[in-house]
């Protein structure tokens, strides 16, 4: 019995795109997001069976059935190009061990990949979309190509804006006065037009963090400290709920960033703050680029039991590094090599 196409794949057919051809992020006829392009791409492949044939030709046989399932008809060549699923911005990936190789390319923070196990039987299995800036994180061989770092030089002032406007799209899109008090939605929503507060409502509310304690998971539990102190800045915005899906950025919803510091540097991991790259995001149309992102930077000490803060910065990714000196420096790779957690298929 054929399956019923989904809507998307059946306007993408319709409209005879090409995987090249460019698709706005977030376009309800034409774009899939992350949850539905691995929920149709899982419908119709689990359970599809690879040829036994050399790697090249097996990984032109899953992109053809990728551009099959999602109405693009198969280019004949596929191109070099990176992505190699411009339209969508995706990379595949067909896995038939746990170890992930990426090959002459560097991991991009807004880039998605979609991840295929092939059974030993030769038969898929599973499926998996995650993007750069979680993938980056399963690193644990250090051959990442480059990490961002940045250094904090705390002056005599407790707080500092140090950037006094936010850039053209975002200022396109923030809150009109009164701003909102609360926030019935979840802080990982997307960002939407009218309900952004302008960079200096966010330092206002969050300028109350200073002088606030928790509790300190340990110097080796980075993430657990980062957590506690997202959820007072959810808190001090104007959330009614906490919820972190370990995207970039942290707030999604204000597209701010969030760094706790309890040392003078800042480990910015593969997002360049004042980069022009864009990010998955787009509001009223207007792309959000990394230089577009808001970033607060807390700095307190720890006594081993509390974490203590102690200063707040806030600025966005155009102007970051006039703040924050940045690390001069990278190391590039031509293979990258991430072994993936068992349960990575299993979450």
């Known amino acids: 019995m054929t399956k019923t196409p ?6 993408i057919r319709r409209q005879r ?16 997001s992350n949850s539905e392009l691995e929920k149709v791409l899982s419908s119709e492949m689990i359970g599809f069976v690879v040829p ?29 190009t990176k992505p190699r699923f411009p339209g969508q911005n995706f990379d595949s990936y067909s896995q038939v061990s746990g170890n992930l190789q990426i ?27 995650i993007l750069g800036i979680d993938l980056a994180k399963l690193d644990t061989t250090g051959t990442l190509t480059h990490k961002f770092q940045a250094r904090l030089i705390p002056s005599d002032q407790i707080f500092e804006l140090v950037s006094k406007f936010d850039t053209a799209p975002v200022t396109a899109n923030v809150s009109k006065q009164p701003h909102p008090t609360r926030f019935t939605c979840v802080p990982t929503l997307s960002p939407q037009s009218g309900q952004i507060l302008p ?43 906490y919820q972190d899906s370990g995207q970039f950025p942290d707030v999604v919803h204000q597209l701010l960033e969030v760094k706790l510091q309890t040392s003078p540097t800042i480990d910015l991991g593969l997002v360049e703050p004042a980069s022009t790259e864009e990010t998955a995001y787009e509001v009223s149309g207007i792309k959000i680029r990394h230089c577009d992102v808001r970033y607060a930077i807390f ?9 203590s803060i102690l ?25 990258l090599q991430i072994p993936l957690p068992k349960n990575f298929f299993s979450r």
């Open 311 to 335: 200063k707040f910065y806030l600025a966005n990714g155009s102007e970051f590094f006039s703040r924050f000196p940045r690390f001069e420096g990278k190391v590039k790779n031509k293979k």
């Open 103 to 129: 090959w002459n390319d560097e991991i991009e923070p807004g880039r998605r990949y979609v991840i295929i196990r092939i059974s030993s039987k030769n038969i898929v299995d599973s499926i998996r979309i």
């Open 17 to 32: 795109l090409s995987i090249y051809d460019h698709v706005r992020v977030g376009d309800p006829n034409l774009w899939f």
């Open 299 to 307: 700095y307190g000490n720890t006594d081993g039991t509390n974490v």
């Open 6 to 11: 989904h809507p998307i794949a059946e306007n």
């Open 199 to 241: 960079i200096n409502e966010v330092f206002s509310r969050l300028s109350s963090l200073v002088g606030s304690k928790f509790p300190d998971a340990g110097a080796n539990q980075e993430r657990n400290r980062g957590s506690a102190l997202h959820r007072l800045v959810c808190q001090g915005l104007g959330y009614g709920q």
């Open 52 to 80: 036994d044939v050399p790697i090249r030709t097996r990984s032109k046989i899953v992109k053809t059935e990728i551009c099959r399932i999602l109405g693009y008809e198969a280019p004949s060549t596929f191109k070099k």
